[in-house]
Structures are given as structure tokens and as C-alpha cells.
T-cell receptor, first 113, second 111 residues
């Protein structure tokens, strides 16, 4: 079983829709959770960063972490064509051996005008 | 303007050749990382370094080598022992227990 599971999509939505992206994980030691956005032929760009459980909001983006269910979500409100990209979830546990991230495979999102 | 610079953007390797990918950061981050991204595979960790002159293998280190002689630089060498080197290579950096920030990658192909 992969440590981080993410549906690759593609997910296609009309402009203005609310988008829900999700990841599940198996390692209960994960404490740090991130969402990255990656445009084609570019590096991932950090969107949201949360520690432990709870919600975090930044503009049109909301990240949720449910550690009891080992489930994280990213919501995008009022989606725009410029949101079309691949969204990667990532997570890590704090340890003396390093801070390497475990990534999902990414969900491809297309927002159509 | 702070950031992570990867060069070259595109690189071609001949059979039996070693190639080196450059990664430089001016963010004053202690930790640096190399990932490989293949279609449908997500990002996989090759090597990481938390301090100068020290580095650790990641999940797929075979066929790769690194050095960390300066805080701002973490070059990756793809050796001839790496039999399937065609991929998108991403360098990242971070402060300890802080999110990683990525460069814009180097795309390596076989001639």
C-alpha cells in the first residue's frame, strides 16, 4: 500500500465551481501537510501548509486535515481557468533523520471558461 | 529576488556519460533535496542534505551522486549506472521543519 494515495483525475469543472481535492494516507506519524500547485513544465509551488489537524483558509483556498480518518482536502472556491494545473498533496513526519516529503501522485484539474 | 535556480532547463545524455544538474539557492536554507518526477509516478526522493558536507540517500539513490560543499549549492550527478535517467528532476530547499520550496526543474533525456 502506498503511503499517500491521490486520485490522478483528470478533474474538469466549469469556471466558478467549488473544487474538492483529496488525499488519504496510511502513516499515522505524519504531522505536516502541504498542498502544492504545479503548472506544466514548472516546479511545484507551495499553496497551503498545515500542522496536525484542523482547517486553514487563504483567500479562495481552504485546507482541511482529519488525522483520525487519515484524510486531507483542499477546497478551491470560485475556481478560475488559471487554477488549471496539477495539485500535489505532500506530508511529512518530524524526525531526526530528515524532513523528506511523501507526495501523492497529483490530481490534474481543468477549469473551463 | 530570492529563489532556487536549476540549470540547465533541458539536458541530453549520451550512453555511458555522466551528467551534472545544478541547483543553487539564495534563500539561506539549511536543507536541500533532489526529487525525480515521472509521469504518473509523483515525486520520488533521490538525495537530501540537512547541512553542508553531509547528505543522505533517499528512496531511489542508486545511479546518482551528490555533493554539498557550500550551503547554497547541491549539484546532482546522474551517472552511467542509472539505466533509466529520462525524467524531470526537481531541486528543493527548506529550513528545518518548514515547507520545501522548489526550482523549475531540469528535463533530462537520452540521446
Amino acid at each position: 500500500q502506498k503511503e499517500v494515495e491521490q486520485d490522478p483525475g483528470p478533474l474538469s469543472v466549469p469556471e466558478g465551481a467549488i473544487v474538492s481535492l483529496n488525499c488519504t494516507y496510511s502513516n499515522s506519524a505524519f504531522q505536516y501537510f502541504m498542498w502544492y500547485r504545479q503548472y506544466s513544465r514548472k516546479g511545484p509551488e507551495l499553496l497551503m501548509y498545515t500542522y496536525s489537524s484542523g482547517n486553514k483558509e487563504d483567500g479562495r483556498f481552504t485546507a482541511q486535515v482529519d488525522k483520525s480518518s487519515k484524510y486531507i482536502s483542499l477546497f478551491i472556491r470560485d475556481s478560475q481557468p488559471s487554477d488549471s494545473a496539477t495539485y500535489l498533496c505532500a506530508m511529512s513526519q518530524s524526525s531526526n533523520s530528515g524532513y523528506a516529503l511523501n507526495f501523492g501522485k497529483g490530481t490534474s484539474l481543468l477549469v473551463t471558461p | 529576488d530570492g529563489g532556487i535556480t536549476q540549470s540547465p532547463k533541458y539536458l541530453f545524455r549520451k550512453e555511458g556519460q555522466n551528467v551534472t544538474l545544478s541547483c543553487e539557492q539564495n534563500l539561506n536554507h539549511d536543507a536541500m533535496y533532489w526529487y525525480r518526477q515521472d509521469p504518473g509516478q509523483g515525486l520520488r526522493l533521490i538525495y537530501y542534505s540537512q547541512i553542508v558536507n553531509d547528505f543522505q540517500k533517499g528512496d531511489i539513490a542508486e545511479g546518482y551522486s551528490v555533493s554539498r560543499e557550500k550551503k547554497e549549492s547541491f549539484p546532482l550527478t546522474v551517472t552511467s549506472a542509472q539505466k533509466n535517467p529520462t525524467a524531470f528532476y526537481l531541486c528543493a530547499s527548506s529550513q528545518v521543519l518548514k515547507p520545501q520550496h522548489f526550482g523549475d526543474g531540469t528535463r533530462l533525456s537520452i540521446l
